[in-house]
């Protein structure tokens, strides 16, 4: 079920088709319909040949086109994402300048992670009561102001680590109010046939932040210090708290309770099987074939690296990811979106296990941004589903769901590699964890025959 688009949304559509009526038309008369498919010599939809093909393979840039409102949205988050990349550096170099331990550095995830976690699922619930571009707007601005307290603290010379520790989990219990109210917000923006589109630009947006985030950081706080960094991220949240500004308001179709509940989001998903697959089908991936944890001994092991060489393992997923955004544009002619969910996570157990069974460095990193490649894919086609096939005054709850899941399953698959590669070898955890995927997601499917036949067309959750 799909809530009504806004106002100023339809204006700019209605806008947009008188605009192009009064143009003259770039194909001839004889130009067969889309659903004849191409004629010789194009690429597709009339265009010449080469333009064509880079529509059929690059990102589908027409979000940007038809919504001011959600162009504005994916430059400020773009923005902000890179912003928090730099203070994520900074703040993991500051605490070991502060105490020389590694221990206390890995205490830096415990208290992002926990956060999160714990408060994902009610920033769900918050979001599917209340509107929501206040709730991000309201929460980016604590993010902000919690990034301008670290620039502060650094500036009066405070050199306390858990100054740092509170203020990063003040950070992440923002995030968790904040990503469920931006995402409930695309399918309001958007009609339902551009959201694999838009789920495929902000894919980029994580990953682009992830990859561009620490490096600017590192040269920041090289350069200029860590308060630097830490006013720089601040700044950068002005890009999205614009954005959040010049959204209309955001309130969600109350068709359910207007108190937050955690229960009725999960009674709910409890009686909808084909978004409950979207879930298992991503705890296939996450959890069985994640070798994240076995990287630096990887490095060691099998190519004879240092950490230089585990820096590339760890940046090689990223990359992938980042070209599946890059090259989406085939994505939106996609319908069956069960089956391509089950196809991409079983791609990504197989470039997993085709990792394990190689000793050549290129070829590894081949692999796993094969595997990046294909979990962007999944991630396209499952938040598509989240957002189209469950009603409005949901779609924040199963966004807080969604959270929990990203946050929390790729820890499990952490502890997971580390035991089994303990008890075994990092081969047989690597290979083992890939053919397990494959053959759980596979499962999976087996069983759930609905869900490889979901059309995005017919929504059914």
Not at 17 to 30: D, G, I, K, L, Y
Not at 155 to 184: D, E, T
Request: net charge positive; aromatic share 8%; hydrophobic share 50%.
């Amino acid at each position: 079920m799909r809530s009504p688009l806004p106002g100023c949304y339809r204006a700019g559509l209605a806008s947009r088709v008188t605009e192009q009526a009064e143009q003259p038309t770039e194909t001839p008369p004889t130009t067969p319909s889309p659903a004849a498919g191409p004629r010789a010599g194009t690429g597709g939809g009339g265009a010449p040949g080469g333009a064509g093909v880079r529509r059929r393979i690059l990102a589908d840039l027409t979000p940007f086109r038809i919504s001011a409102d959600y162009r504005r949205l994916w430059f400020g988050n773009m923005v902000s994402w890179v912003g928090s990349g730099m203070t994520a550096l900074a703040i993991s170099l500051q605490v070991y300048d502060l105490t020389g331990s590694s221990f206390y550095v890995g205490l830096v995830g415990i208290f992002t992670l926990v956060p999160l976690i714990a408060f994902g699922l009610y920033g769900g619930a918050i979001a599917d009561t209340v509107d929501r571009r206040k709730l991000g707007l309201h929460s980016a601005l604590g993010s902000a102001a919690l990034s301008g307290a670290l620039a502060a603290g650094t500036f009066a010379g405070v050199a306390n680590v858990w100054f740092l520790y509170a203020v990063i989990a003040l950070q992440s219990v923002c995030q968790a109010l904040n990503a469920p109210a931006r995402s409930a917000m695309i399918p309001k923006l958007l009609p339902p046939e551009h959201l694999p589109a838009a789920n495929a630009l902000n894919s980029m947006i994580m990953t682009t932040g992830t990859l561009v985030g620490p490096m600017l950081g590192g040269l920041v706080v090289g350069f200029a210090g860590y308060k630097t960094a830490y006013l720089i991220d601040a700044i950068t949240f002005a890009a999205s708290l614009y954005a959040m500004w010049r959204l209309p308001a955001m309130l969600p179709d109350r068709t359910g309770t207007k108190r937050p509940s955690i229960l009725e989001g999960l009674r709910f998903l409890a009686t909808r099987p084909n978004l409950r697959m979207t879930f298992f089908s991503d705890f296939c991936a996450m959890i069985l074939a994640h070798p994240r944890a076995l990287f630096p001994a990887i490095a060691v092991l099998w190519y004879g690296g240092d950490a230089r060489t585990t820096g590339l393992l760890v940046a090689a997923p990223a990359i992938g990811a980042l070209l599946g955004g890059v090259f989406s544009g085939w994505q939106g002619r996609i319908h069956r979106h069960g089956l391509a969910v089950l196809i991409s996570v079983g791609g990504w157990g197989a470039a997993i296990a085709a990792f394990g069974l190689t000793r050549q460095l290129w070829l590894g990193l081949l692999m796993l941004a094969v595997a990046g490649f294909s979990d962007t894919v999944s991630m396209v086609f499952r938040n598509t589903m989240m957002q189209v096939a469950a009603p409005d005054d949901m779609r924040g709850r199963l966004q807080g769901v969604f959270i929990v899941v990203v946050a929390g399953g790729p820890r499990l698959g952490d502890f997971l590699a580390g035991t089994v590669a303990d008890l075994t070898s990092p081969t047989v955890m690597v290979v083992g964890g890939g053919l397990a995927c494959v053959l759980a997601v596979t499962l999976l499917g087996l069983g759930r025959r609905d869900f490889a036949r979901y059309d995005g067309r017919h929504p059914v959750p």
